[in-house]
Structures are given as C-alpha cells and as structure tokens.
Antibody, heavy 118, light 108 residues
Framework: EVQLLESGGGLVRSGGSLRLSCEAS????????MNWVRQAPGKGLEWVSG????????SDADSVRGRFTISRDNSRNTLYLQMNSLGAEDTAVYYC???????????WGQGTMVTVSS | EIVLTQSPGTLSLSPGARATLSCRAS???????LAWYQQKPGQAPRLLIY???SRATGIPDRFSGSGSGTDFTLTISRLEPEDFAVYYC?????????FGQGTKLEIK
C-alpha cells in the first residue's frame, strides 16, 4: 500500500526549531518529487516547500524561505522539513505529499500538527 | 505570483443536484497545470482532477473538470452524501504551487 507517515510535530516556543519527518512506503521513493503543504486551523491549504526526486533542487514559498529547509534521504525513504525561527503564523497541520508524473499531489500523509506558542 | 480565486465560497445543494465550482486565475495557467482536491473534516486532501480535466485514479466519473487559460470548473453531476466537503483548486507548476481559498459544499 502506498503510504506517507509524518511525525515530529508538537508544541514549540516562538523562535524555536522543529524537524518534521515523512516516511514513505509502497513506492520507489527516489522516483518522485515530494512536497510539504500546511493548513492553519480553520484555514485553507498553503504550499510550503518542494524537492526533486534526487534531492538536488528545492523550492520554497516566500513565507518560509530562509527559515525552513526541505531535504530527503532516499536510502531511508524519508522526507524532512527543518523549521527554524518559528512564529505563531507557522501554527498549522503539516502534510507531506507526493508529486505525481503529471505534477499534481496524488498521495498525502495524515498530517502532523505544529503549534507555536508565544 | 498567480492568485487563484474560487467561487462561490459556500455552495448549498441537495443530494442528487448538480454542483458547479469555479476557479479563476489572475494570469493564464500554463499547460493547464490545474488540479482539484477534496478535503473532508479531519482528513488530508484527496486529488480528484489533474491537468484541468483528467480524473485521478479511483475517482468516480460524476466528477469532471474543464477549462483552460484563466477559467476552470469542477462539476459534480449528481451529488452523493459523501461529496459534501471543501474543494480546492491548485496550480501545480511552476512554483509557487498556489491553492485557491476553497469552496465549501454543504447540504441544503
């Protein structure tokens, strides 16, 4: 079964750091670009970051550029999101998602909640 | 940066009715790189449509997408009880992969 499982969320103080992980199974992880998408409580979806299958190229939303770093370890079938200088505006459920051949996000994890307190 | 505007914000319909959801882009979406997702409370989004009109694997044929350029539509031909949810459109190339603000489809 194709599956993504996020972990690493939790409560962190403003200005702090957190690293999220997303473990993939059921498909050849290195063949797919991967992304992080977040959703603040009661709000819509916001794309955060993306990385190519080989991990060489990354892209970030303006709202997180310079603070968040996406990476992957294809030997461990795992995607990461290193989040630094966290603020209240980063409070959200963070989803990892697989980018399919056509570019859309076809497989999503169940999400992990990040809460930033002041 | 391209902005996607979805309308209406909320759509109230009865089961069996036809639903038409709109997604308008502030600039032309190249190569029709436009997707639609469904999200139910407490769940992750689910891909319905990609490339503006292609159904994702396992999606019932009552869901259809159309449009090009700046105007796109998701149509649900006959609403089933499980279709009541929030729907998002998304431009998925190039970055940033912008989402619309969502349309909530509720039971009338």
């Amino acid at each position: 079964e194709v599956q993504l499982l996020e972990s690493g969320g939790g409560l962190v103080r403003s200005g702090g750091s957190l690293r999220l992980s997303c473990e993939a199974s059921g498909f050849t992880f290195s063949n797919y670009a991967m992304n992080w998408v977040r959703q603040a409580p009661g709000k819509g979806l916001e794309w955060v970051s993306g990385v190519t299958g080989n991990g060489v190229s990354t892209s970030d939303a303006d709202s997180v550029r310079g603070r968040f770093t996406i990476s992957r370890d294809n030997s461990r079938n795992t995607l990461y999101l290193q989040m630094n200088s966290l603020g209240a505006e980063d409070t959200a459920v963070y989803y990892c998602a697989r980018r399919n051949y056509w570019g859309a996000l076809d497989i999503w994890g169940q999400g992990t909640m990040v809460t930033v307190s002041s | 940066e391209i902005v996607l505007t979805q309308s209406p914000g909320t759509l109230s319909l009865s089961p069996g009715a036809r639903a038409t959801l709109s997604c308008r882009a502030s600039q032309s979406v190249s190569n029709n790189y436009l997707a639609w997702y469904q999200q139910k409370p407490g769940q992750a989004p689910r891909l319905l449509i990609y490339a503006a009109s292609s159904r994702a694997t396992g999606i019932p044929d009552r869901f259809s997408g159309s449009g090009s350029g700046t105007d796109f539509t998701l149509t649900i031909s006959r609403l089933e009880p499980e279709d009541f949810a929030v729907y998002y459109c998304q431009r998925y190339a190039p970055t940033p992969y912008t989402f619309g603000q969502g349309t909530k489809l509720e039971i009338k």
